[in-house]
């Protein structure tokens, strides 16, 4: 007994305030901003600089980008008229341009379905690389499908590292500098919305965007998920998404849900608007409908 | 000894562990660096294809946006099972107390640590951004917990890792010591990576569970099935172990554990059948559009066969190592047990690696089917992984076998009072040991005892 006390030995009191010494060490450490929007105002202002100095270095034109948050009382939605599509993918190309996409090898945030009407929107029939001399081809009708940008979202769930998440106005956007690339969100995306960038995106010299936002169409590394994020960079500051404003048919609808007046409003409320895969219960914030 | 000696005496003790693990690791017959020069080749190879894919990117496999995961996932996914049933055998071993299958647990264990490794450096190569991976360790990091099942399987993977980590080189380094195991210690952490050895598998098949998207992976039975393909897998590599061991070695195992294992995986390989079968007639019976995928995998989706050799070699290959497992007197033949394990090994690997991954991402999300089979690169990367795990199982074994057989011990306390002098002479004797001709072995055996 009495060598066990005079023994230099861990006392009970000395081990706990050690325990309690690194659970605290490790909270601080833990508590600290990681992601891009959680950094506070002043290191993300800095962040930022830093990241138009690259882009402009690399692209030898002045890129900007813009850290503008979601608007309160902004929920965007988007509304497809399958009636009008004629299957042009105009849409795809401007989108590719305005959002920086990779030209070698090429990658597209919307791919259009060619399908039969006599089978109606039946995926297991669906052909996305029709290549007729002319569009719309008899017998057949088209679905732009992008990111649905769910409310239920399978694909910010499961990402291990929490790089992925719903921004206060309902766009699902990637944080690219904090993306890992393990491309489970693709595994678990029910519409093959997202995107991976296999090597190094190439865009052409002078080909550039160079409005860009931080969650959005800025440059992109290899090896990160990318994906539709309603132009963020543009309806931000109270623009139409670029597919919107090509389609030459007026089949794409843009705007705020929580806005009574809006045209969004005005076509769930009075037309048939249904969702792709319904049954998976991800209720997406993009509906589509026949207006004629 | 006087305590204020033990830290030195410890330090001196390790170096003298690690000098003669070196002797150990570093002396072996032909066969043996024959077989390190094989893993070292496979290494190199695997080390040149993956600086390629890091500087290319991952288009360098056959991967692409519509099967977006592939050989090395499926990789993985074989490996965690083998990880989780090599520990399973601990189950009869301890709940039974049957002591010829205890004997082997601690190689159950090193197989576990070496599959977790390999697991571990799957994921890593298959991932776009390995510089990044601290992004999921905290605090560093954000670990998406308990949202995400990867986050789940992070955790349980490095747990059960550790577990048997400790508990494999706690027995090891007692015996080292000519010491018992500390049962407070081992008991309560054996026991703990049973279930433990449950839960990698069982998360691993949720991680494809959870996921609506893909209606093949989406089935309740995915779990089970794992289990039960896993149970076979896992020791059918074991039992091959355990007779290269018996016959390079000192190291004795009696006939009846191995037929014991091979009868217990006749059992788990009609439970894998039978689950696949009610999985299959689930699909063709109601014929829904989620049988696309079934069918993909079993005969093809028009032109697009590529996989359907791999579903019938698989179902064939498990039909017959289980023929041979069920019958006592062919499970009692070396030569068919040894082939029911290869078959077994070869069945679940193929069922479980492509059999799983690839049908579920074909056709893709919006019905297009893009027919991924393995580029050279994904084949050498993997083939480079397998050879450092096995190496890094080689090296365990190499060490922990003299250990546990009483070769190779630390010598302060040896059995017979010996001299310091002779201490060292019988180290070096011990250190030799493995590679005796068997005349001889029986002679340091009777001296030894």
Known sequence: ?292 | MPPDNSVTTTIRLFFRFARGSGGLVLRGPRTYWLWLAFLAVLIVSGAAAYADQVRTGLVVSAMRDQVSWGFYIGNFTFLVGVAAAAVVLVIPAYIYDWKPIREMVIYGELLAISAILMCLMFVLVDIGRPDRFWHLIPPWGRLNFPQSILAWDVLVLNLYFLVNFVVATHILYRAFHGRPYVKRLVVPLVLLSIPMAVAIHTVTAFLYNGLAARPYWNSSILAPQFLASAFCSGPAILLIVLQVLRRFTRFEIQDQAIWKIAELMAYAMFLNLFLHGAEAFKEFYSDTEHLLFTRYWYSGLGEHRTLVPYAWSAVGLNVIAFALFIVPAARRHWVTLNIGCLATYAGVYIEKGMGLIIPGLTPDALGEIYEYYPTLTELRVAAGVFAVGFLVFTVMLKVAVPISLGEFTETENPPRGALPALEADRNVHAVAFTRGSSAQRMQDAARLN
């Not at chain 1, 993306?179 to 595994?187: F, K, L, Q, W």
Request: glycine letters at 6%; one cysteine or more; hydrophobic letters at 35%.
């Open chain 1, 1 to 292: 007994m009495d060598a066990e006390k005079n023994a230099p030995k861990l006392t009970r009191r000395t081990f706990s305030s050690c325990a309690a010494a690194a659970a605290a060490g490790w909270l601080l450490t833990a508590c600290g901003p990681r992601r891009l929007h959680e950094f506070p105002k002043e290191r993300l202002r800095k962040s930022i600089a830093e990241l138009e100095r690259q882009y402009s270095e690399r692209h030898g034109a002045k890129v900007t980008v813009s850290t503008a948050s979601a608007q309160p009382g902004v929920e965007f939605a988007y509304a497809l008229d399958l009636s009008r599509c004629i299957g042009c993918r105009r849409c795809v190309y401007a989108c590719v341009k305005e959002n920086n996409q990779s030209r070698n090898p090429q990658l597209h945030w919307i791919k259009v379905l060619s399908m039969e009407k006599e089978k109606g929107v039946d995926l297991a029939h669906a052909d996305p690389y029709y290549q007729p001399a002319q569009v719309p081809e008899e017998g057949h009708f088209y679905v732009p499908v992008s990111c649905q940008q769910c409310r239920n979202a399978p694909c910010t769930k499961v990402c291990p590292t929490g790089a992925t998440w719903t921004e206060r106005d309902g766009i699902v956007v990637i944080d690219y500098d904090w993306c890992i690339g393990c491309r489970y969100c693709m595994a678990a995306c029910p519409y093959g919305a997202r995107h991976f960038n296999w090597t190094e995106p190439s865009v052409p010299e002078g080909e550039l965007n160079t409005s860009t936002h931080y969650l959005g169409n800025r440059p992109r590394p290899k090896g990160v998920v990318e994906k539709c994020t309603f132009c963020i960079q543009r309806v931000r500051a109270g623009r139409y998404p670029a597919c919107v404003e090509v389609c030459p048919v007026g089949a794409r609808k843009f705007g705020n849900l929580l806005d009574k007046d809006s045209e969004i409003r005005y076509i769930i409320e009075h037309k048939r608007v249904f969702v792709l895969k319904k049954d998976l219960n991800t209720v997406p914030r993009f509906f589509y409908f026949y207006a004629t």
